[in-house]
């Protein structure tokens, strides 16, 4: 099992360009998320979703999109990067009825 | 509004000292998590406690909840350098079994 994998492992953007960050996983956990992390703020929730076609808000979802089509990929979309996007995201699963979070190893993403 | 509040920030100490970590949340919350953060790594689950009153241990850490305080702590034993790291509260919040709400750390370094 190769558990949850985060590509790519570092990315520089400019501002006002678009990519997609991407999250996998292989042990069919129906709940995905994606936080970010900023130095001195700890992790902030972006989006989640429970399921495949179901996603919602967290904490901080202004400037991404996302969107769930199979239980295994929960993209992060930005749609147009902005230098406060500058951060290290982390992907996260749960399984269903369970309460351990298992993280992905992280995207650090820097936009000039 | 769930927030969790983690002191101190920054934490000096010397080899064989103890100490602890206090995590305060703000409002009911199912489950209390603990983190360790290397730098530039992804998180590593430490502890999830259920229940007032749970207290679990591994090595030279010790984690506790106190439901109707509102409180965890994170007691250090006999500290050793390979402890020094980032150390993350998170409580549960929202209703879905994922969404965690994250303290912003507690830096330790702990120096021979």
């Known amino acids: 099992n190769a558990g949850v994998t985060q590509t790519p492992k570092f990315q520089v953007l400019k501002t006002g360009q678009s990519m997609t960050l991407q999250c996998a996983q292989d042990?069919?956990?129906?709940?995905m998320s994606w936080y970010r992390q900023d130095p001195g703020m700890g992790l902030r929730l972006i989006h989640y979703s429970v399921g495949a076609g179901i996603t919602d808000q967290g904490e901080v979802p202004n400037g991404y999109n996302v969107s769930r089509s199979t239980t295994e990929d929960f993209p992060l979309r930005l749609l147009s990067a902005a230098p406060s996007q500058t951060s290290v995201y982390f992907c996260a699963t749960v399984r269903d009825g369970g309460y351990e979070q298992y993280f992905g190893p992280g995207t650090r993403l820097t936009v000039t | 509004e769930l927030k969790v509040e983690q002191n101190p920030l920054f934490l000096s100490m010397q080899e064989g000292k103890n100490y602890t970590i206090y995590c305060n949340y703000s409002t009911t919350s199912d489950r209390l998590y603990w983190y360790r953060q290397d730098p530039g790594k992804s998180l590593e689950s430490l502890f999830v406690l259920l229940s007032n009153g749970a207290v679990k241990q591994e090595g030279r850490l010790m984690a506790s909840l106190d439901t109707k305080a509102r409180l965890s702590t994170l007691h250090i034993t006999a500290a050793v350098h390979d402890l020094s790291a980032t150390y993350f509260c998170a409580a549960n919040y929202g209703g879905s079994q994922g969404n965690l709400i994250f303290g912003k750390g507690t830096k330790l370094s702990v120096k021979p």
């Open positions: 042990m069919n956990h129906e709940y």
